[in-house]
């Protein structure tokens, strides 16, 4: 075989082999960018999704009220006031997939006691307005559960409004007052996500919304009550 010839073939031989090496490293190349495409998806889609962690929530509850009232005359009894209601709307934000705060404006239903001894009788009523910042822990909001407990803890300032009637000897009196007061709630309860990302939430919580204010005859201990909650997120 002559020298040009061995020369040649040596020339082709590192051109396939050239070639073989360039194949392989494009094979790994293309790997990695589709290994970076992938990251780079599941990325922009943590993204989408902490965008959406503001939300506007509502709420309604049944109170089992321990407003307890007291009268200063001698012989009067005390019960309680009648149970009520609560109603109301807020907005909040996810800080982390545990940790979400809001805030939001709650309207208590009228809560109302009545009392008549002899021919006297006494007509209480209670109505509150109040704004609180809460703080709530979803245990399962890193899980793949659809439901997952959670606690919740607030406070904020509760606006009391108390009015009183009492009639004795055929005389009514009307007597009347409002005040602002500290307020405090705690609970805990489940939360279910839906599939569209929106949270339902069915729980307890014991609120405190300070004290009625004293009017002659009949003032209140702390206006405190037992709730069954149900609430609604919605994410924007």
């Known amino acids: 075989m002559s020298k040009l010839l061995k020369t040649s073939l040596a020339f082709v031989a590192a051109g396939l ?3 073989s090496a ?3 490293s494009g094979s790994q190349d293309t790997s990695f960018l589709k290994k970076d495409k992938k990251h780079h998806h599941k990325e922009e889609m943590k993204e989408e999704k902490m965008a959406k962690h503001n939300f506007f929530m509502i709420e309604g509850s049944y109170n089992f009220n321990e407003y307890k009232p007291k009268f200063t005359d001698e012989g009067t009894t005390s019960h309680d006031f009648d149970d009520s209601g609560t109603y109301g709307a807020g907005f909040g934000r996810h800080l982390t997939e545990n940790v979400s705060v809001h805030g939001g404006l709650n309207r208590l239903t009228q809560s109302r006691y009545y009392f008549a001894s002899g021919n006297d009788t006494f007509d209480s009523k209670v109505n509150t307005t109040k704004f609180l910042m809460n703080a709530t822990y979803d245990f399962g909001a890193v899980s793949d559960l659809a439901v997952s407990p959670y606690v919740t803890a ?3 300032v509760a606006y009391n409004e108390f ?3 009492v009639k004795r000897s055929g005389t009514t009196t009307y007597y009347g007052d409002h005040d602002w ?4 709630q705690v609970g805990t309860g489940l939360a279910y996500k839906c599939p569209n990302d929106m949270r339902v939430n069915l729980g307890y919580r014991f609120a ?5 204010h004293t009017v002659p005859n009949v003032t209140t201990d702390r206006l405190q009550s037992h709730e069954i909650v149900a609430g609604l997120q919605v994410p924007f």
Request: no cysteine; aromatic share 10%; net charge positive.
């Open 17 to 19: 082999l050239s070639t």
């Open 22 to 24: 360039l194949a392989s």
């Open 154 to 156: 607030g406070m904020g």
């Open 163 to 165: 009015k009183t009637n």
């Open 181 to 184: 007061q500290f307020a405090y």
């Open 208 to 212: 405190d919304n300070g004290r009625a």
